[in-house]
Structures are given as structure tokens and as C-alpha cells.
């Protein structure tokens, strides 16, 4: 009897070891914790890391930019036109460098229309990007949840906090500066947490005036959201009076990795031969502007399963 019940015993303690070791595999590992979980604070840390990553990774490619700005008169006629298509890269110090493929002559540059802040603006505010290190210059607010064509995205309001002091307003004002920041919205995806759109205009405006846009970005090799496209159609009110309608179209287009060798010796830009694979920059094919919808945005690229 003694020896039955030894058995009995033992047979008990190795099903309850057994079916300890069983609930223990089947258990799931702790995951990581959902976006839907994350406070606006922790999804502002979040997108703004991914928005200083992307900045960096972005000036590794070099990449075509078509820009189009027009000046409307009655009936929807254009009445003045500045057009340019332009190659963007970037040295080793991670300095953007631009060559002009096509600009004919502009008279909106000549008379004085469209100034050297609006090609700023065109260069480094449309195509906006909300760094880690710029976040301490805006008040960020989220405002909810929205649907931008098949993404789930974060919706946050995005404002310089310039614009609430009037002290630093003036010193901007007196030494000449405006459309240093950008104010408007962004809608970041609820997944990869990157920007994939934003909407707003450049500010401050003293004697000038911006117009409102907005500025879609597509997957770019299955991992990053860069720029493709902005648009904007406003009229524009000054102080002195008059009124100035504004339309313009932005494309940036072939983006293609590209680790620069450009080096300066004693000021002169030094470009050696590209590696094999490589785009030598200064070589991409010269496209003719093409009859399009000005108001079609692009079709968004699905986003990737696979994460990096």
C-alpha cells in the first residue's frame, strides 16, 4: 500500500510539474506597448524622435523638386508664373546643396511678386519636419483621431511660441525676419508614428504675406515618410491694401540613396565619381512639366508590414 500510494505521489507531482511547464509555454510574452496606450505626451516624444531620425536619413537622398507658383486674375487666368525645377543633395557636413535644372525667366522675381523669403519657404517650410530639437520653439496639442485616405493617424495643432510673445515678435520684426516658422496641423500615422501630412502656412508675416498649404508624403523604400507633394490656393490681403491671388505646386520626386562624396577645396565644390550603384549628382534627366490636375494629390503608398 505504501508503495501504491508512493506511486500515486509521484505520478501527481510530475502531472502538476507538467502542466506547470505547459501554462508557462503557452503564456504570452508581455508586447510592446500600443500606440492606442500612449498618452498625447508620449506620442508628441515619439513622432518628434521618428521626425529627427527621418531628418537625418533624408539627407541621405538626393531627389528632383518641381516648383510652381502662379498669380490669378479674373476669370481664373493666370496673370504671372515662376517655374523651377531644381536637384537637392547634400555634402558630408550634411549641407543641402541645390542646382537649377530649368528656370526660365520669372516675372515675378523681377517685379519684386515673389522674394527670396518665398524661395526659402519653398525649400525648408513646405516639406516641414517637427524635430526633437525644434519642439521646444512650438506648443504642440493633440486633437484627436482622424482617417487620411487609408491611414489612422493622430491629429495635433502645431503653433510657434513666438507668435504668443510680443517681445520676440518685435525683435523679429525689426531685424527684417518673417516666414521663419511654420503654424497649421499635422496627422501622424498611427503606426509608424511619422508625420504623413501636414496643413497650416509660414510665419510671422509683417510686410508679407504666405499662402496656406498643404503637404502630403508617401512611403519611400517601405520604411520612411518623406514629401512628395503640396499644394495651395489662397489670396493674400496687405496692410496697404490690395489683394493678391496665390496658387502653387510643389512635386519632389525621384528619390534615390545617395551617400555624397562632395568636398570643398579652398571654396571650390569637388565632386568625385560615384561609387558603383551610385547616382553622380547634376545627372538626373531634365523632365518637361507635364499637363496635370493642379489640385490631384498622389495616391498613398500602402503602408509596409514589415517593420525595420
Given at each position: 500500500?505504501?508503495?501504491?500510494a ?9 502531472t ?7 501554462a ?22 515619439r ?7 527621418l ?7 538626393q531627389y528632383?523638386?518641381?516648383s ?9 487666368t493666370?496673370?504671372?508664373?515662376f517655374?523651377?525645377?531644381?536637384e ?43 524635430t526633437?530639437?525644434?519642439?521646444s ?13 487609408d ?19 518685435k ?25 504623413v ?9 509683417f ?9 502630403y ?12 507633394y ?26 534615390r ?36 490636375d ?15
Amino acid at each position: 500500500m505504501k508503495k501504491i500510494a508512493l506511486a500515486l505521489l509521484i505520478v501527481t507531482a510530475l502531472t502538476a510539474s507538467l502542466w506547470t511547464a505547459s501554462a508557462q509555454q503557452q503564456t504570452p510574452a508581455p508586447t510592446q506597448k500600443s500606440t492606442q496606450q500612449l498618452s498625447p505626451e508620449e506620442l508628441i516624444k515619439r513622432f518628434t524622435a521618428k521626425e529627427s531620425e527621418l531628418n537625418e536619413i533624408w539627407k541621405e537622398y538626393q531627389y528632383i523638386q518641381e516648383s510652381k507658383i502662379q498669380t490669378i486674375g479674373q476669370a481664373n487666368t493666370v496673370t504671372g508664373e515662376f517655374y523651377q525645377v531644381s536637384e537637392f543633395v547634400f555634402n558630408d557636413a550634411g549641407k543641402r546643396l541645390q542646382r537649377i535644372i530649368k528656370a526660365p525667366l520669372s516675372e515675378l522675381e523681377r517685379s519684386g511678386v515673389l522674394t527670396q523669403e518665398d524661395k526659402n519657404a519653398l525649400t525648408n517650410l513646405q516639406p516641414f519636419a517637427l524635430t526633437t530639437q525644434e519642439l521646444s520653439l512650438y506648443n504642440v496639442s493633440y486633437v484627436g483621431k482622424e482617417k487620411v485616405d487609408d491611414l489612422n493617424t493622430y491629429v495635433f495643432d502645431v503653433n510657434p511660441k513666438v507668435m504668443s510673445n510680443e517681445r520676440e515678435l518685435k525683435k523679429l520684426k525689426d531685424q527684417k525676419i518673417e516666414g521663419k516658422f511654420f503654424q497649421g496641423r499635422i496627422w501622424v500615422d498611427d503606426e509608424d508614428l511619422q508625420v504623413v501630412k501636414s496643413a497650416g502656412k509660414v510665419v510671422p508675416e509683417f510686410k508679407q504675406r504666405f499662402p496656406k498649404f498643404e503637404t502630403y508624403r508617401e512611403n519611400i523604400d517601405g520604411r520612411y515618410w518623406f514629401p512628395t507633394y503640396t499644394y495651395g490656393d489662397d489670396k493674400l490681403y496687405f496692410d496697404k491694401g490690395g489683394m493678391l491671388h496665390v496658387r502653387m505646386v510643389i512635386k519632389y520626386k525621384n528619390y534615390r540613396r545617395f551617400q555624397s562624396d562632395i568636398k570643398f577645396i579652398d571654396g571650390a565644390e569637388v565632386v568625385d565619381d560615384p561609387k558603383p550603384g551610385e547616382v553622380k549628382p547634376g545627372e538626373a534627366k531634365k523632365e518637361e512639366p507635364k499637363k496635370e490636375d493642379p489640385k490631384a494629390k498622389p495616391t498613398p503608398t500602402p503602408r509596409p508590414r514589415p517593420r525595420p
